[in-house]
């Protein structure tokens, strides 16, 4: 038992012991002294907040009372409770009248069974140690509860008030009874387990990556001293090393106590050996310390039933789990399952994520609670667990996808709408993507292949392309090594389509065509029609028109073969837009109205409105702007009905754009206002990002200039917190041309730099060509002529790449006025007045 104390002056006072009423006299003086507490670690750092926090509460006020008696701090094994609380009443104790009486520090050692402490035992060494003999201490726990506390309560009285740390307990019994209640001391307690004692509750976390790194660096230093360098020699690696121990103090303190044991042991090899995940916990110890060890006393404190989830909890392949998939998971029902998560995160096993229902391990702890279901994989069935848990996550979304796909049949009622699907999907996202692409034991094929194919609609949806390609990637491979030709097709499609809209042009017309080369080898005509019509696509975006033209003119005379009416109403669809792209404009017309006829008859109201967008765009491009704006009308009127608001969204911001080519500013305005607002409502930030973009040019046209500077400095952001550098060259492009109209010719020089390097890193000469002609005329308009001259001709050499070569022209022609006017300035000092 570790108990110690820090006591001056002698007091007088009465207790009621067994009803005997008693006299004691402490000693005179007691030397202060900071033994009373536990040696303070000389390598500290990352917790500045947290002690300023509970020195807050520990701070008596004018009448040196306090409102917080009691503070509880609460953590993960080896987080760093005791070092935080014993620093704390440090600085507690160093300032003046806080604690004149001193500290008592007790160690519970609430999860050791051996060693752990009653409050009965406790309590003896606490009065032994606040100076009464022996023979003056009662039996009973409930007598030396009332007596220590009277013992408190009277150094209080005298103006010695006492700080008592209550270190390591496990339960809300243990502490309770050595809490004082005179209404002045304060106490501290720490615990892995949030305690019901009426406390002020304080949670612990692990440290960020820069505090982390510094306690290596500290720990080195003290150890080897301030030759020590290498943190700073290899910052990359103590970087790694601190993300590989997730920031736990005791991780990084065992890893630093192994560096310093060899001076010429480099960051690297320890970080190297950390990385293999299945031994990173056999790694993590040195002596009689181990991070494994912690966490044991912790899972052996726990009741059979929560120590079985806690150990099936690692097969998910997520970050996070929700309430749901752990019932699944367990086979437990939900209020069940919920309430052993909760006990769960009380322990500080696991922690609530940052939206309620959600549940998340430290890497450590899910690494630990793995080994320990490894070694009951019989018992808990760990195989039919992780089946049950896959079959969840497939059959769910399965029923999520369905309200996404356009179809005339009612959806599955798993969800009630399709605001509900994609929320649960936008929850899952991070999950679904790391069960479909993990490996076994917790991956299978045949959960990648059902994902994949389940997912597409919804990460199109999203553009999250990224994903996408990674997930379809996987099932191609997967589908390859099983030689399954009609599944490797199926996911190549999608694929192809990822590559397309991350436009990795090339690689798509790959893909799409190792998907036709595989339907042909199948003589499945159907699967021929959408590999073409994918193709067609791709094609449509290398400006391979002719191509283009023939796959989804196959596509369609394929789909009409096999009365695939919604095929062929998708490459109908395909094919007016591509038609419109050759400005072969009343072709165009005619396809999207055989489209929209084929939806009509199908009764597929989504669909059709989405033609009429795409009508309403042609006609726009014809001059038919009436026509376009009654298109994207009807198209908005569908998504109201549908009460889609998504689709509302995609159709109000085409009827905005419809509404500007008409000189309708005002009506634009209103559009698009309210497609930025369906869009935020619904949490998707890449189309709220495009129709701000729109907006902004908008408000440009209706003389609202700083209005329009801050809509597009809105969209570049959107476009830069989702990865989308395409649209963030598109907006910063807007945000120039808004800056100019305001005049700042510096700042939009600088933002189309900005959109020079985002268009030339995702290969987009075409663009890249555009934003270097904004950026050569803002130059021209502050003088910098030599810059000028330079720019436009990287817009014209930008533009050669792709064939643009009336562009290209018009460029080399702004070179030559440019390299002209300077000629002039040079000849005479003087040049043309800038129009």
Not at 180 to 201: C, K, M, N, Q, W
Not at 404 to 423: G, I, K, N, T, Y
Not at 583 to 593: H, P, S, T
């Amino acid at each position: 038992m570790s108990v110690s104390n820090q006591i001056s002056d002698g007091v007088f006072f009465h207790a009621v012991i067994q009803g005997q009423s008693i006299t004691v006299q402490l000693p005179p003086a007691i030397a202060p002294a900071l033994s009373g507490l536990p040696a303070a670690s000389a390598t500290f750092t990352g917790r500045d907040g947290h002690i300023t926090d509970l020195l807050g509460l520990l701070e008596p006020g004018p009448d040196r009372q306090q409102a917080v008696l009691v503070a509880a701090v609460a953590g993960l094994a080896g987080v760093g409770k005791t070092e935080l609380a014993v620093q704390t009443a440090i600085r507690a104790l160093a300032e003046d009248g806080w604690f004149p009486g001193g500290v008592l520090f007790v160690d519970m050692f609430g999860y050791d069974a051996e060693r752990r402490l009653s409050p009965e035992r406790a309590l003896d060494g606490l009065l032994h140690a606040l100076g009464l003999p022996g023979e003056h201490i009662p039996p009973t726990l409930q007598d030396r509860s009332r007596l220590y506390r009277s013992v408190l309560a009277a150094y209080a009285a005298q103006g010695r008030r006492i700080l008592v740390v209550i270190d390591n307990a496990s339960a809300a019994d243990q502490a309770r009874p050595l809490l004082p209640t005179d209404g002045s001391t304060a106490a501290l307690v720490t615990s892995r387990h949030t305690l019901d004692i009426e406390a002020r509750l304080h949670d612990l976390n692990v440290l960020d990556e820069a505090a982390s790194v510094d306690l290596l660096a500290q720990a080195l230093r003290q150890a080897r001293g301030a030759a020590d360098t290498r943190v700073r020699d290899e910052p990359a690696e103590a970087a790694a090393i601190a993300r590989l121990c997730g920031g736990l103090p005791l991780a990084l303190r065992v890893a630093a106590a192994l560096l310093a044991d060899t001076p010429t042991r480099p960051l690297a090899s320890l970080a190297e050996a950390l990385r293999a995940a299945h031994t990173r916990l056999d790694r993590l110890r040195r002596e009689d310390r181990a991070v494994r060890a912690a966490f044991d006393l912790s899972y052996r404190h726990l009741p059979a039933t929560h120590a079985r989830l806690f150990r099936l909890l690692p097969l998910n392949a997520g970050p996070d789990i929700a309430t749901e998939s752990a019932a699944r998971l367990a086979d437990l029902d939900t209020p069940t399952t919920e309430t052993l998560l909760s006990d769960l995160a009380r322990a500080h096993l696991i922690e609530p994520a940052a939206v309620w229902g959600r549940w998340r391990a430290h890497d450590l702890v899910r690494l630990y609670a793995d080994e320990r279901g490894v070694e009951h994989a019989v018992a808990d069935d760990r195989d039919a667990a992780q089946t049950r848990l896959h079959a969840h996550y497939i059959t769910t979304t399965a029923g999520a996808a369905a309200h996404l796909v356009s179809s005339s049949v009612e959806p599955p009622s798993r969800f009630p709408d399709w605001s509900a699907a994609m929320a649960w999907l936008r929850g899952e996202h991070s999950n679904l993507i790391a069960t479909a692409i993990a490996d076994p034991p917790l991956g299978s094929p045949t959960t990648t292949t059902a994902l994949a194919t389940l997912l597409s609609g919804y990460l199109d949806r999203t553009r999250s392309y990224g994903d996408m390609a990674t997930v379809s990637a996987a099932a191609v491979t997967i589908a390859r090594s099983q030689g399954d030709l009609q599944a490797e097709g199926i996911a190549l499609n999608d694929y192809g389509s990822a590559l397309r809209q991350m436009r990795r042009f090339d690689e798509s017309i790959e893909a799409h065509s190792r998907a036709l080369d595989i339907a042909a080898e199948l003589d499945d005509r159907l699967a021929a029609g959408g590999a073409l019509q994918n193709l067609g696509n791709a094609y449509r975006m290398v400006r391979r028109f002719e191509e283009s033209v023939e796959a989804h003119g196959r596509a369609v005379a394929l789909f009409r073969e096999f009365g695939d009416r919604h095929g062929e109403g998708t490459a109908l669809n395909g094919l007016g837009l591509v038609l419109g792209d050759m400005r072969r404009f009343d072709e165009a017309v005619e396809m999207l109205g055989q489209a929209i006829a084929v939806y009509q008859e199908l009764e597929d109201q989504r669909s059709a409105a989405l033609c009429l967008t795409n009508l309403g765009t042609i006609l726009t491009d014809l001059q038919r702007y009436d026509e376009a704006v009654e298109a994207h009308a009807e198209a908005a009127a569908i998504a109201v009905q549908l009460e889609d608001r998504h689709f509302e969204g995609g159709a109000l911001g085409n009827l905005g754009n419809a509404c500007v080519a008409l000189g309708r500013f005002d009506e634009a305005f209103d559009a698009l206002t309210q497609a930025v607002d369906a869009f935020r409502e619904q949490g998707d930030r890449h189309a709220e990002g495009r129709a701000l973009g729109n907006l902004g040019l908008v408000l440009a046209r209706l003389r609202r200039p700083r209005e329009a500077v801050d809509a597009h400095a809105l969209a570049v952001a959107i476009a830069a917190e989702t990865g989308d550098r395409h649209a963030e060259g598109a907006a910063l492009n807007n945000l120039g041309s808004a800056l100019v109209e305001s005049n700042r010719l510096d700042e939009a020089a600088v933002t189309y730099t900005r959109a020079v390097e985002a268009f030339r890193e995702i290969a987009d000469p075409y663009n890249e060509g555009r934003a270097l002609s904004n950026l050569g005329w803002v130059l021209f308009g502050m003088r910098r002529l030599d810059e000028a001259v330079e720019v436009f001709g990287q817009a014209a050499a930008a533009f050669d790449q792709v064939g643009e070569h009336g562009a290209e022209h018009r460029a080399l022609g702004n070179q030559a006025m440019v390299h002209n006017e300077r000629w002039l300035l040079r000849q005479d000092g003087h040049a043309s007045p800038l129009v």
